[in-house]
């Protein structure tokens, strides 16, 4: 039971994939068995479910934001290869 509405082959152009009849057969029909199970899901009854984003809770995992002092700039420029006035000289990279 092929996908009518939905064209594996002008997707597969846009995409810049080059498919063969057989490979576009085959994804016309894996496309079809997909959208049949989504049309199976739409009837399950989900009446009194509360709708989630995510499975499980989401958190932020990342520490308060505290400031602290940083390094001086005769710290920063301590190892640096080549400096000038108090800066880092680097190579140039873009012409």
Not at 48 to 53: D, L, Q, R, S
Request: aromatic letters at 8%; zero cysteines.
């Amino acid at each position: 039971m092929p996908a009518p509405d939905f064209d594996v082959r002008y997707v597969a152009t846009l995409a810049r994939l080059n498919l063969t009849d057989e490979e576009t057969r085959t994804f016309q029909h894996q496309l079809a068995d997909v959208l049949a199970f989504v049309d199976a899901l739409k009837k399950v009854d989900v009446t009194g479910v509360e709708p989630t984003a995510h499975t499980s809770d989401v958190f932020n995992v990342f520490r308060d934001d505290v400031a602290r002092s940083g390094l001086t700039s005769a710290e920063a420029l301590g190892n640096a290869p080549r400096r000038a006035n108090d800066l880092f000289v680097v190579t140039k990279v873009v012409e």
